[in-house]
T-cell receptor
Framework: RKEVEQDPGPFNVPEGATVAFNCTYS??????FFWYRQDCRKEPKLLMS???SGNEDGRFTAQLNRASQYISLLIRDSKLSDSATYLC???????????FGQGTELSVKP | GAVVSQHPSRVICKSGTSVKIECRSL??????MFWYRQFPKQSLMLMAT?????????EQGVEKDKFLINHASLTLSTLTVTSAHPEDSSFYIC???????????FGSGTQLSVL
């Protein structure tokens, strides 16, 4: 099992749709998780942090399932501006290097 | 929030030349910085961990003599691509951990094109 693995994309959805991505991780000791958003040829920007069961920020909801070792990102009422690549990041419990998922590309169409 | 500044944003150079990329933490001290490389349509690949005052830790497969990393102060790390070749053309991004240690803040990236 890869350390961090994301749903392969791309996801092509119409404006207003609800879309969800999953990210599985292998290290059961991981305590915190992050979703980053990356636009083409730009640096990743932190979207959401997940420390317990989940987190919600407006149209974005992140949920953590420790038993199955995955986190999900739900985007409601998709906007054209949500089009980007979403990266799942899992820091190891001992504070070493962050592990990035391969990214899930989202394309929101009019 | 914490800010990381990276320069230059774009470099076009001839094959065989060396290119230096700077990464600065502007409002916090970063004892550790990370350098990533990203090819089109691929995820960020960690190249090395830059440690202030000591040698960088390179990931498997990354040539330390080709990608020279210097972290001489708590706010500056540099990556020098020596004798660049077209296959080194990529998007290079630096990052630093937030003061509390968990989140990463990224520089804006450097697009390197080697002709």
């Amino acid at each position: 099992r890869k350390e961090v693995e994301q749903d392969p994309g791309p996801f092509n959805v119409p404006e207003g749709a609800t879309v969800a991505f999953n990210c599985t991780y292998s290290n059961s000791a991981s305590q915190s998780f992050f979703w980053y958003r990356q636009d083409c040829r730009k640096e990743p920007k932190l979207l959401m942090s997940v420390y317990s069961s989940g987190n919600e920020d407006g149209r974005f909801t992140a949920q953590l399932n420790r038993a199955s070792q995955y986190i999900s990102l739900l985007i409601r009422d998709s906007k054209l501006s949500d089009s980007a690549t979403y990266l799942c990041v899992v820091p190891p419990a001992w504070g070493g290097k962050l592990i990035f998922g391969q990214g899930t590309e989202l394309s929101v169409k009019p | 929030g914490a800010v990381v500044s990276q320069h230059p944003s774009r470099v076009i150079c001839k094959s065989g030349t060396s290119v230096k990329i700077e990464c600065r933490s502007l409002d916090f001290q970063a004892t550790t910085m990370f350098w990533y490389r990203q090819f089109p349509k691929q995820s960020l690949m960690l190249m090395a961990t830059s440690n202030e005052g000591s040698k960088a830790t390179y990931e498997q497969g990354v040539e330390k003599d080709k990608f020279l990393i210097n972290h001489a102060s708590l706010t500056l790390s540099t990556l020098t691509v020596t004798s660049a070749h077209p296959e080194d053309s990529s998007f290079y991004i630096c990052s630093a951990r937030s003061p509390e240690g968990e989140k990463l803040f990224f520089g804006s990236g450097t697009q390197l094109s080697v002709l």
